[in-house]
């Protein structure tokens, strides 16, 4: 039988062991697990004077940094919930989140900001105290509260269903070693980088996180600190395999053992370059919501037998259904529903209702279809779909085709008014015009895209579509261009 115990008294059996390894590090800046332990400690005691306990919701709004790992760790030291944000939400986004949280405390804003709720500002450190702060073991009832914009824009909080409790005993689902090196380059805001990060934490790893992501930078982290294990989205394995072959081989990433890619589709042309750099075995992929019903998990040599898959599902099932709830057979594309094997729920929203059928079944909005074997093919959000002339174009398919050129930094794709057929296929692509022309990237794609799928009509942006984590949100960049309200 498992053995579970609070996430707190994990981190200080860690301490105990080995009060000398590192825990955590970004950048400059790093902390050993004693250090790591007390100085969460301290701040836990600050945060239980204002007010935080077992059960609290307190939004953390702190960047990339070791700072964030020390904050985490003192809520779950009260039982309280963290609730990660970005650092650099406009005050009215923070707004709106802090109003669905309702938080205890806010951490990382200046009180100026939102003068109406306890604030503590970033880099705020307590006062030494008098003597050993002493905490009582307790757990907190969900771990972590992170917030999404889903596809309406509006934000909703995707609390966990699971409580801060940990098997010590039990090896890492997500196959860390102990005593390992995670580096992490996403922002700490999302889901996956939250998981990845806290549970390498847990589990022993030293975490190494970027301050934000940069190419070159990510090799060199993981050379340097010997990483075993590496987080990763597509648009940053792009970003990587477009280095020049002499820096990108430059770096020695022996000890790299696990490749983790999620978070967006990887299109097929860039997996297998990756596969052929490292090797299958080191390649996994991985395909869940922040809701967590299920997951699915391919490795780099599975991949090559079922090329395009994420995966079979671990911890439930999935079916595919077509508009009228009629499940489909293999091969046939519909929307792609989950039904977890857990007792329990395994979130709960906060803003949001969740999409459901009877028997359990839940939809995240993805297409998608089932082969023989049971693999998963995603297509694209339903929500997403371009309808052509009376042809369905998903704008993932189109973006795989654009991202192989390699003057195409990052791309989106969006369906605008078109008079004769309906909708158009836009593109909007970050590139170097200069270097690469609207008639080069048609021509492009007409050697992979039936004409139909192909961009009608292309823009050039000079900043990314795509943000560290690997998000977009076309809804709002359709918005953008037809002046309209992305989340209305």
């Not at 904050?71 to 650092?87: D, E, I, R």
């Not at 097929?268 to 490292?278: H, S």
């Not at 022309?437 to 292309?458: C, H, M, N, Q, W």
């Amino acid at each position: 039988m498992a053995s579970l115990i609070s996430f707190a008294a994990q981190l200080r059996a860690l301490a105990a062991r080995q009060p000398d390894a590192p825990a955590v590090t970004c950048g400059e800046t790093s902390l050993s697990r004693a250090e790591l332990d007390r100085q969460s400690d301290d701040l836990a005691a600050e945060f239980q004077r204002l007010g935080v306990g077992v059960g609290s919701m307190v939004t953390v709004a702190l960047p990339n940094s070791v700072e964030w790992f020390v904050a985490a760790a003192a809520l779950w030291k009260l039982g309280a919930t963290p609730q990660p944000v970005s650092s650099r939400l406009s005050p009215r986004e923070l707004e709106a989140v802090v109003s669905l949280a309702d938080p205890v405390l806010v951490v990382g804003i200046d009180p100026a900001v939102l003068p109406d709720r306890t604030c503590l500002p970033a880099g705020y450190r307590p006062g030494v105290p008098d003597g050993p702060v002493e905490l009582p073991d307790v757990v907190s009832p969900a771990w972590k509260a992170p917030t999404s914009g889903g596809s309406t824009g509006r934000p909703k909080l995707i609390v966990s269903g699971d409580p801060g409790l940990i098997d010590p005993s039990a090896d890492a689902a997500l196959l860390f070693s102990r005593d390992g090196c995670l580096v992490m380059p996403g922002p700490l805001f999302h889901n996956g980088p939250i998981v990845w990060s806290c549970f390498a934490l847990l589990h022993g790893s030293h975490v190494v996180v970027l301050p934000r992501f940069d190419a070159e930078s990510t090799l060199a982290t993981m050379a340097e600190h010997h990483a075993d294990v590496v987080y990763l989205v597509p648009t940053m394995m792009k970003r990587i395999w477009n280095l020049p072959p002499d820096i990108r081989t430059a770096y020695d990433l022996s000890s790299l053992r696990v490749v983790w890619h999620l978070a967006e589709p990887c299109p097929p042309w860039l997996k297998e370059v990756w596969i052929e750099w490292l090797g299958p075995g080191r390649i996994f992929e991985l395909y869940a919501g922040t809701e967590a019903q299920l997951r699915t998990v391919i490795t780099g040599t599975e991949w090559l037998e079922h090329r395009g898959s994420v995966g079979r599902p671990q911890g439930g099932e999935v079916q595919i259904c077509d508009v009228d709830g009629r499940v489909l057979p293999a091969r046939e594309e519909g929307e792609v529903w989950l039904r977890s094997s857990r007792s329990t729920p395994a979130y709960r929203y906060v803003g949001a209702e969740a999409r459901v059928q009877p028997g359990g079944w839940e939809s995240l909005g993805d297409m998608g279809w089932l082969d023989e074997d049971g693999y998963l093919y995603l297509g694209d959000r339903s929500q997403d779909m371009i309808l052509v002339g009376g042809s369905n174009v998903y704008p993932a398919e189109v973006e795989a085709a654009l991202a192989e050129h390699p003057g195409v930094r990052s791309c989106a794709v969006i369906g605008l008014p078109d008079e004769e057929r309906g909708s158009r296929v836009h593109a909007i692509v970050e590139a170097d015009a200069e270097a690469v022309s609207v008639e080069d990237l048609i021509g492009f794609t007409a050697e992979r895209l039936v004409t139909y799928k192909r961009p009608r009509t292309i823009e050039f942006v000079d900043t990314p579509l795509r943000d560290d984590a690997g998000k977009m949100r076309r809804s709002q960049l359709r918005a953008a261009r037809l002046g309209g309200d992305p989340s209305a």
